[in-house]
């Protein structure tokens, strides 16, 4: 029998070979996408767990004993699951080491599993994107900030999201405690510092906190400037402290090993703008992040001491739960954050913060 294609016809009236081509190729693209769904779920599954047993009642028995009777091993699915892939039909490539109490995955399954995982990946994202910028940003958005670095650069950014996307509504918290987005069902939130390794969040990295040395000019007038770090115990240090103690301050040597110097001085705080204060009154030296007091530095009110002494820097972050596809609304707010402080942060461009544009702000909300 002689088919329409071989006639010259199209096999459907009204569809071109191209047409025709497109289309199973996408069937094929979907069947492919399927089996490596089923694989990845397959593998990562409790599958490798020993047979259970199962207690039935033997009719006939005496007393209705209870008579154990193993399942049947699953070596017939893993075989079978096993031969739908190339590499696992092989004898020279299996998938997995099997006994008949046991499975686990070889070397070359783990890579496959990893490789599937990837390939899944990549299909999910590219239909987001192609769906996220369809929609716009609507519905409650849970954000989760820092106290004070949230309020000076991140709180301009929302506020100005809000305004751009009616539809979209937040609830914005301050916190500086540890926060899990999963377990309270936070949408978003904003960390600076290391973080825990989860494979259930995603993480965009902002930029990075770099902190110096500073005091005013008229605490250098009086007491004059340190050269070298051990001329640290001859000032009046303004500390972070807590409970009694005061943390030390922590540069880095000539190899990037830290070097930890224990301060002393009459004042410690628990919160950086009131070491801030203290320092802009001309009560000490204070160790400070750049966001915090960059435009103090330009307008002169402090003074950069000991430019040459490295510390360490702590990373920002942008965090949210690990969903299928990710929804507009953090979209549109990871993406603005990465336009706003990438390549280079704001305040190392001269932008002032949100307390010094809106002082009325800072009159109504505590620090």
Avoid at 217 to 232: E, F, M, N, Q, T
Avoid at 268 to 296: C, E, K, Q, R
Avoid at 331 to 355: I, Y
Wanted: charged share 25%; with cysteine.
């Amino acid at each position: 029998m002689i088919s329409s294609v071989e006639c010259g016809r199209p096999a459907f009236p009204h569809a071109s070979e191209q047409t025709i081509l497109t289309n199973g190729m996408e069937r094929k693209r979907v069947r492919r996408q399927r089996e490596l769904t089923k694989i990845r779920q397959w593998l990562a599954d409790d599958c490798f767990r020993a047979p259970e047993r199962d207690y039935l009642v033997r009719p006939g028995c005496r007393g209705r004993r209870l008579h154990a009777r193993r399942r049947a091993p699953r070596c017939v699915e893993v075989r079978r699951r096993e031969k739908r892939f190339p590499a696992g039909g092989q004898a020279r490539h299996p998938l997995l080491n099997r006994t008949t109490r046991h499975f686990s995955l070889t070397a070359e399954g783990q890579a496959f599993y990893e490789s599937c995982v990837r390939a899944l990946a990549e299909l999910e994202n590219a239909e987001a994107e192609l769906t996220s910028h369809r929609r716009q940003p609507r519905g409650r958005l849970r954000v989760d900030l820092p106290v004070v670095f949230g309020r000076r650069w991140v709180l301009p950014v929302l506020l100005d999201i809000g305004a751009r996307y009616p539809d979209l509504s937040m609830e914005i918290s301050l916190t500086d405690r540890r926060v899990d987005p999963i377990e309270e069902a936070i949408d978003l939130v904003i960390r600076i510092g290391e973080l825990v390794d989860s494979a259930a969040l995603v993480t965009r990295r902002l930029g990075v906190q770099r902190s110096i040395v500073c005091a005013s000019p008229i605490y250098l007038a009086d007491h004059g400037c340190p050269v070298s770090l051990d001329d640290l115990a001859d000032h009046q240090c303004i500390s972070f402290g807590r409970g009694g103690r005061s943390s030390p301050w922590i540069f880095l040597g000539p190899k990037g090993e830290p070097v930890i110097k224990a301060v002393a001085g009459r004042f410690s705080f628990n919160h950086s703008d009131a070491i801030l204060d203290a320092v802009l009154a001309g009560n000490g030296l204070a160790l400070l992040s750049t966001w915090l007091i960059d435009s103090h530095l330009r307008d002169g009110r402090l003074v950069s001491v000991l430019p040459n002494a490295r510390t360490q820097g702590f990373p920002i972050h942008a965090v949210w739960p690990q969903t299928r596809h990710m929804s507009p609304k953090v979209r549109a707010v990871v993406d603005e954050l990465v336009s706003c402080f990438l390549p280079e942060p704001p305040w190392n461009n001269g932008a002032v913060p949100l307390v010094q544009r809106m002082p009325e702000v800072n009159q109504g909300v505590g620090g």
